[in-house]
C-alpha cells in the first residue's frame, strides 16, 4: 500500500450506466410534464425536480467519493428516493386518468424492458417520446425508472462492499500517517 494515494479519483459518473438511465429519466419527463400536464399544475415542477434530483445526487455523490464515502452512499440513496417520489407520480398519472399500466410480463412490459437494456442514450428515447400517447411515455419512464432503482441498489451494494473492504477517509488517513512514520 506504499503508492496508496489519500485522494482517490472519483471517477467518470458519465459512463455510470445508472447516471445514463437517469438522464433518460429526467428528459423524458421533463417532455412529458412540458407537453401533458397543465401549466398551472404544480406536479409539473415536483416531478421534473425529483427526476432532476436522481440524476444531479449520483454527480453529487460521485464527486464526494475522493474524501467520503458516508456522503456517497447517502447522496446515491437519495437518488433512489427521488425516483421513487416520480415514480409514484406517473403511477398516478395512469390511475387517475383510467389509463393502464403495463402488467409485469405483458407484450409491451417485456419490450420496454428489453429496449431499457439495450440503449441508455436519451436522443433514442425521445425520438420513441414524439410518436407515442402520454399513458405510453408514463409507462415507459415507470419501466426506466425500475431498471434505474436497480443499478443504484448494485452501485450501493458496491459501496458498501469497497467500504467494508478499505475503509473510509478517516481511516485512510490515519493508515497512512503511520505508514508514512514507519509504524
Given at each position: ?8 479519483h ?49 454527480i ?16 446515491i ?16 398519472y ?22 431499457g ?61 503511520k ?5
Open positions: 500500500m506504499d503508492d496508496e494515494k489519500l485522494i482517490r472519483s471517477g467518470n459518473y458519465r459512463k455510470l450506466l445508472s447516471y445514463q438511465k437517469t438522464e433518460v429519466i429526467y428528459e423524458m419527463t421533463y417532455y412529458f410534464c412540458h407537453k401533458y400536464l397543465s401549466g398551472k399544475d404544480r406536479t409539473i415542477d415536483q416531478m421534473v425536480q425529483a427526476a432532476r434530483s436522481g440524476k444531479q445526487n449520483i453529487e455523490g460521485c464527486a464526494a467519493s475522493a474524501t467520503s464515502a458516508k456522503t456517497e452512499i447517502k447522496l440513496n437519495v437518488a433512489k428516493a427521488s425516483l421513487q417520489e416520480l415514480l409514484e407520480d406517473y403511477m398516478d395512469l390511475r387517475t386518468r383510467g389509463h393502464r399500466q403495463w402488467e409485469e410480463g405483458s407484450v409491451e412490459w417485456t419490450a420496454m424492458r428489453e429496449l437494456r439495450t440503449h441508455n442514450d436519451a436522443e433514442y428515447f425521445m425520438k420513441l417520446c414524439e410518436t407515442r400517447p402520454p399513458e405510453t411515455i408514463a409507462n415507459m419512464v415507470i419501466i426506466l425508472i425500475h431498471q434505474a432503482d436497480y443499478l443504484l441498489y448494485k452501485q450501493l451494494e458496491r459501496l458498501e462492499q469497497d467500504f467494508l473492504s478499505n475503509g473510509g477517509f478517516a481511516e485512510k488517513m490515519s493508515r497512512m500517517r505508514n508514512n512514520r514507519g509504524y
